[in-house]
T-cell receptor
Framework: AQSVTQLDSHVSVSEGTPVLLRCNYS??????LFWYVQHPNKGLQLLLKYTSAATLVKGINGFEAEFKKSETSFHLTKPSAHMSDAAEYFCVVSSASGNTGKLIFGQGTTLQVKP | EAGVAQSPRYKIIEKRQSVAFWCNPISGHATLYWYQQILGQGPKLLIQFQNNGVVDDSQLPKDRFSAERLKGVDSTLKIQPAKLEDSAVYLC???????????????????FGPGTRLTVL
């Protein structure tokens, strides 16, 4: 069965400093992995996705994530945090390879950005 | 391009009452999903439609929850009767059919609506 574990429920950084949100996954095959962001009272927005192409995936708003099969990790990073990055972040694995499959969400990490 | 639309945005009901949520997916998206997101947790899939057929409803509490997508476009999710533990945000998402092409992220990307926040008292 597929699953994801987000290692931190809450991360706090200062504006302008790097962001690291950690995610480990479990999958019986090569997975599709995603990071979604959820701002208060707004819908989930896709930040980036990995589907077995380049292991370093670049997304929107300066975010990127690296797929490391040996560590079963897919950590999300950003070089410099902005106040607008404060939100809930979800690491997600697709339950089926290739075509549309059920998304399995992690518990979420709340990112706080301090001025 | 218009996104996924949902209504109402907020709903407060008493336990044992019934409630219905509506979702209109992105035009041309064949697959539609309903998720339940309880406070402090990630969304959990309730049901997945491909056009007007059900692909996966294994986590739908069928004794009280029902969903339909009669014409393969918009969908309704109903709860009857509601329980206190049904308080959550109900998210609708849609994606292209896998044979489609031209989407920025790929045909398996799910696009989410703003959700309906249900409070059961």
């Amino acid at each position: 069965a597929q699953s994801v574990t987000q290692l931190d429920s809450h991360v706090s950084v200062s504006e302008g400093t790097p962001v690291l949100l950690r995610c480990n996954y479990s999958s019986s095959y090569s997975p599709s992995l995603f990071w979604y962001v959820q701002h208060p009272n707004k819908g989930l927005q896709l930040l980036l996705k990995y589907t077995s192409a380049a292991t370093l995936v670049k997304g929107i708003n300066g975010f990127e994530a690296e797929f490391k099969k040996s560590e079963t990790s897919f950590h999300l990073t950003k070089p410099s945090a902005h106040m607008s990055d404060a939100a809930e972040y979800f690491c997600v694995v697709s339950s089926a390879s290739g075509n549309t499959g059920k998304l399995i969400f992690g518990q979420g990490t709340t990112l706080q950005v301090k001025p | 391009e218009a996104g996924v639309a949902q209504s109402p945005r907020y709903k407060i009901i008493e336990k044992r009452q019934s409630v219905a949520f509506w979702c209109n997916p992105i035009s041309g998206h064949a697959t539609l999903y309903w998720y339940q997101q309880i406070l402090g947790q990630g969304p959990k899939l309730l049901i997945q439609f491909q056009n007007n057929g059900v692909v996966d409803d294994s986590q739908l509490p069928k004794d009280r929850f029902s969903a339909e997508r009669l014409k393969g476009v918009d969908s309704t999710l109903k709860i009857q009767p509601a329980k206190l533990e049904d308080s959550a945000v109900y998210l609708c998402a849609s994606s292209l059919d896998w044979v489609a092409s031209g989407d920025l992220w790929g045909s398996d990307t799910q696009y989410f609506g703003p959700g309906t926040r249900l409070t059961v008292l």
